[in-house]
């Protein structure tokens, strides 16, 4: 019986001594793996930094705030980013100065933001924006643009041509631009993104109305 307990614990030592080099490559190979893996997730992120600049991300809850009353339907379809539309920025970027190292992205389509928030403007004044609408608002966001250099504040600067369709006419145009000016500092480019939407839409509503389109 002591034999037999003996030559089963030496088997034992024999087999651990046979996979352990197996073991301690396998380690290795994974070792090597997770290497590669770090050193490749690097290289991208250093490539991306290169060739795009150090990029800042801002996620904006617009917040409507108006105070003209309306009623009626009125719709509103996705408005062009024409500096997306030309492949000077990409669908979520902030105009920028070319020279700036910073580039600054929306969480959301920078088209899809901001007809978004005409739609809630709509909204607060009393306009029922599902279809079908009596009356159509489109239009292009031509210039959308943050500018940082000025050193003491900041500066953000909004451009768009407004569309409206009755039927199968263009029954109202109208372009807006708007500047905002806040201190320097990075909260303030949301604030003045929402400050120019808000302006603008404000603007393009009261003008509207004026022109009795709707």
Not at 2 to 30: H, Y
Not at 100 to 105: D, R, V
Not at 106 to 119: P, V, Y
Request: net charge positive.
């Amino acid at each position: 019986m002591n034999g037999q307990k003996v030559a089963a614990v030496t088997d034992d030592a024999l087999n651990f001594r046979k996979s352990r080099p197996m073991t301690m490559s396998l380690i290795a190979g994974k070792r090597c793996c997770s290497r590669t893996s770090f050193l490749w997730t690097t290289c991208l992120l250093l490539l991306i930094v290169t060739t795009t600049g150090c990029p800042r991300i801002v996620s904006l809850k617009y917040e409507p705030t108006n105070p003209l009353k309306g009623q009626g339907f009125v719709g509103a379809v996705p408005f062009r980013y024409q500096p997306s539309d030309e492949h000077r920025v990409r669908p979520h970027q902030v105009e920028t100065d070319p020279a700036s190292k910073t580039k600054l992205y929306l969480a959301q389509e920078i088209g899809g933001f901001f007809t978004d928030a005409l739609r809630k403007e709509l909204d607060r004044s009393g306009y029922r924006t599902t279809e079908p609408s009596d009356h159509v608002v489109s239009g292009t966001i031509t210039r959308f643009y943050v500018d940082w250099r000025s050193g003491q504040e900041r500066l953000f600067e909004l451009m768009v041509d407004y569309i409206v369709r009755t039927g199968e006419r263009t029954s109202f145009t109208w372009h807006c631009t708007s500047v905002q000016k806040g201190p320097n500092m990075l909260a303030q480019d949301g604030i003045l993104i929402r400050e120019a939407i808000a302006d603008c839409t404000y603007r393009f509503l009261a003008a509207a109305q004026d022109a009795r389109v709707f």
